[in-house]
């Protein structure tokens, strides 16, 4: 070989060598900018070129693991030690590479829930030759294996070990003082607590719990300054909140409870210690029992009894507390219970103390109160998070995420039947307000048998649980309605909360769908049962369909009726799942009625006269609004996008403004339902709150192929307050990131419109 060939090849060599390092270091730039996809891309064109960088591993490891995708994050951890080991001589010497490739890993194991792996990977580590620090970082990894295997006492030692080798560790005193309030060891938890905030001051989450403690304690004054610490820190939620709920009249126990939350809050701003704040806070208590009670169900009465007690630890003499909590104990069949605080309640009142306990006598034979279900319904964590991760969402960065699935994913499917009962009868509960909405559905054979498959009720039932609650609040009534009895057929299709437009199109309408199918024709019922035809889209819409309106009945105004054939058609799918031959009937009905501006193929003939970029605004929307809304449509409207308010459009103006778009960015909200009437590759960006991330919408865009995106928004942190403010996750508000927004809309390719001179 000459000279000059030698050369040329120790130049490409080099060259080489020299690529790698700088593929690394602009995955290492793009991911300070967090710019995940292209972070990972360079980290892997490194990889390729140096299969041996250690470091290059380990960091495509970490934004894996930030993206989501946490099977792959686990195989490069796993290959960046196994590099790391190959240099080194001993297994129990670590380098600060491995250290974090362990620490990470274990931390991955968990959330994967191989918990068992998780505590071999730590433990293999402490066996080794570490520092104090690395030690006590490792503790507190397994701190977290033991609370999640409920192993609470392990998980305590695990967080006392860390904090002995470092005591400066902030989050170990955070997770043991949780550890000790569950367990009721309010002291302790306050002290952890306590060196919590000393070690990082601003923590809302923190103030949060320790005046929850403070308030076990009795120590009322001390826990309203930690909790008005708390909301100095997120000083938006709470403004918007009071300033919102300022304006409300309504009576109903719900609307009192913000009310009161709104004054509470108000006066903890300005005067903790004022005995006002108090009487605020215990009134909210107080109607947030009663809501409950009213709304009624398993684990709505728990959560009812645990309001009532923290009203009782304000007001332990009072009369009447004592007797609403033993009316709840008594809706849980937890009679003994419920004759203590019927017998402190009633105290010398011998009348009416012996008239209400006769009915509870203890030792008369009484039904077993039915056991807690494991299972939280639709809000169950195990169940959505196997249903996110059939999503597959990517984490972009800066809390942008997009589906990664690209096939449609359709839960098991129940059969599809339509049932044919003579002298059935059907109990559907009424709406009573805007948030007793109906929430419960039974139907009955002529011998009363009830028939499980065409019964439905909240908390709901996701696909693939394994827990759902099989005890159904039918039988908790002390009567029934009025039986209103009805000659001919009767087509139930009402739904759960059939009067939100969402499962109005979801859940009701595709169930006439199902009689067609069925072979039965919609001329041949008599009357067809929905919630209510009161709203203009649920008028709209069943006009549409050929529904003569005479022929409508209205379970809110006659829940319970028996029918000379009930027609009763399977539920559509799970509750809010939305099937694709739902969808398919949805644009079959309803684009075409929109003729004038779309073809029978769904495709626009008047663009123009449709904005292609649109904002669904929840402004008129009673909850989940955009906390800082102005900026976000100042914003938006530098990108072209017009500001709609769906309430105030027809239904098919709505259905044309979506088939129109080509960019839709909405709040998660029923307004989101109209994506069934988008084109293909429409692009949709889903504003959330972080703790309310569900799949409904996902399912539509997924069928249809949009190219979906959805960004939480910053949440309320103080979690005691939190649930005072909001009593579902499902109603909390959003506030939006603005850089996070801008940086979705740069990746989307979207610029802004040129300012004319």
């Known amino acids: 070989m000459s000279l000059i060939g030698r050369s040329s090849y120790q130049r490409a060599l080099a060259l080489q060598l020299q690529l790698h390092q700088l593929h690394y270091n602009l995955g290492h ?21 140096c299969p041996s960088h250690a470091s290059a591993h380990y960091n495509l490891a970490v934004a894996l693991d930030e993206q989501g995708q946490t099977e792959a994050a686990i195989a490069y951890y796993r290959q960046t030690i196994l590099l790391q080991e190959s240099e080194n001589d001993s297994e129990n010497n670590w380098n600060q590479l491995s250290l974090k490739a362990y620490l990470n890993l274990g931390q991955a194991l968990i959330q ?37 295997q409920g192993q609470v006492n392990r998980a305590i030692a695990a967080y006392q070990s860390a904090i002995s080798l470092q005591p400066d560790l902030a989050v170990a005193h955070y997770e043991l003082g949780k550890l000790w309030q569950r367990q009721g060891q309010y002291a302790a938890a306050v002290s952890c607590f306590q060196q919590t905030i000393q070690l990082q001051p601003d923590q809302s989450e923190v103030y949060g719990n320790w005046g929850s403690v403070l308030l076990r304690l009795g120590k009322f004054n001390e826990a309203m300054l930690c909790w008005q610490r708390a909301i100095a820190l997120q000083q938006i939620f709470v403004e918007s909140f009071c300033q919102r709920v300022a304006t409300l009249t309504e009576t109903d126990s719900l609307t009192q409870a913000k009310v009161a939350c709104g004054r ?17 806070l215990q009134q909210t208590y107080l109607h947030l029992a009663n809501a409950l009670t009213e709304y009624g169900g398993s684990g709505i009465y ?16 009072n009369p009447i507390l004592h007797l609403r909590l033993a009316d709840c104990l008594v809706k849980q069949q937890r009679l003994e219970e419920a004759i203590a605080h019927y017998r402190q309640g009633l105290g010398n009142c011998k009348a009416s103390a012996t008239t209400q306990l006769e009915v509870l006598n203890p030792l008369a034979p009484s039904p077993q109160p039915p056991a807690p279900s494991p299972c939280l319904g639709l809000n169950c964590p195990p169940c959505l998070t196997q249903i996110f991760r059939s999503f597959d969402p990517i984490h972009l960065g800066r809390g942008i995420h997009t589906l990664s699935s690209r096939e449609t994913i359709a839960p098991d499917p129940a059969p599809l039947a339509v049932a044919k009962i003579a002298g059935g009868r059907a109990w559907i509960a009424p709406q009573k307000n805007y948030w007793q909405v109906c929430n419960a559905i039974a139907i009955f054979t002529s011998d009363n048998d009830l028939l499980a498959d065409l019964s439905r009720e909240y908390p709901g039932q996701l696909p693939g649980c394994q827990n759902a609650q099989t005890h159904h609040r039918v039988f908790d009534l002390n009567e029934f309605p009025p039986l209103e009895q ?14 939100v437009y969402f499962h109005w199109m979801v859940d009701v309408l595709p169930r006439l769908e199902l009689l067609r199918q069925n072979g039965i024709a919609w001329n041949e019922i008599d009357y067809f049962l929905v ?19 005479e022929k409508v009945l209205e379970s809110d105004r006659n829940p319970y009726l028996e029918a000379e054939w009930l027609i009763v058609p399977s539920f559509a799918g799970h509750l809010g799942w939305a099937q694709t031959w739902a969808v398919d009937f949805l644009r079959r009905e309803f684009l075409p009625q929109n003729s004038a501006t779309i073809s029978g193929t769904g495709h626009l003939k008047k663009s123009f006269e449709y904005p292609e970029r649109l904002y669904i605004s929840r402004s008129k929307a009673r909850y989940r609004n955009v906390l800082n809304e102005t900026e976000v449509i100042h914003l938006l409207e530098q990108y072209g996008f017009a500001v709609i308010t769906l309430e105030s459009l027809s239904f098919q103006q709505q259905i044309a403004l979506f088939a129109a778009a080509k960019v839709i960015i909405a709040p998660h909200g029923s ?18 709150s972080p703790h309310y991330i569900r799949h409904y919408y996902w399912v539509i865009s997924q069928y249809l192929q949009l190219e979906h995106y959805y960004l939480p928004g910053e949440g309320l942190a103080c979690q005691p307050l939190r649930e005072l403010m909001y009593q579902n996750p499902l109603t909390e508000d959003i506030l939006v990131g603005l850089d996070a927004l801008q940086s979705l809309l740069k990746r989307m390719d979207l610029n802004p419109i ?4």
Do not use: W
């Open 29 to 49: 730039v793009l991911h300070q900018q967090e710019d995940l996809p292209g972070a990972i891309a360079s980290y892997r064109q490194a990889i390729a070129l």
């Open 112 to 148: 994967q829930g191989q918990l068992d792996e998780a505590i071999q990977t730590c433990q293999q580590v402490l066996a080794g030759n570490l520092s104090h620090s690395a030690s006590a970082e490792f503790y507190c990894c397994l701190g977290q294996v033991f609370v999640a």
């Open 264 to 280: 509470f809050l108000t006066a903890l701003q300005h005067q903790p210690d004022d005995p006002t704040v108090l009487t605020y």
């Open 302 to 317: 728990q959560q009812a009894e645990t309001y009532y007690h923290q009203v009782l630890q304000l007001e332990p003499q």
């Open 486 to 499: 009805i000659q001919g057929k009767v087509a139930v299709l009402s739904g759960l909360s059939g009067h």
């Open 531 to 549: 919630n209510s035809y009161q709203q203009p889209f649920q008028k709209e819409t069943l006009t549409q369909l050929g529904i003569p309106l």
């Open 671 to 688: 307004g989101l339902t109209n994506l069934a009437f988008c084109r293909s590759g429409t692009r949709v960006v889903e504003l959330v």
């Open 754 to 757: 040129s300012t004319r001179m």
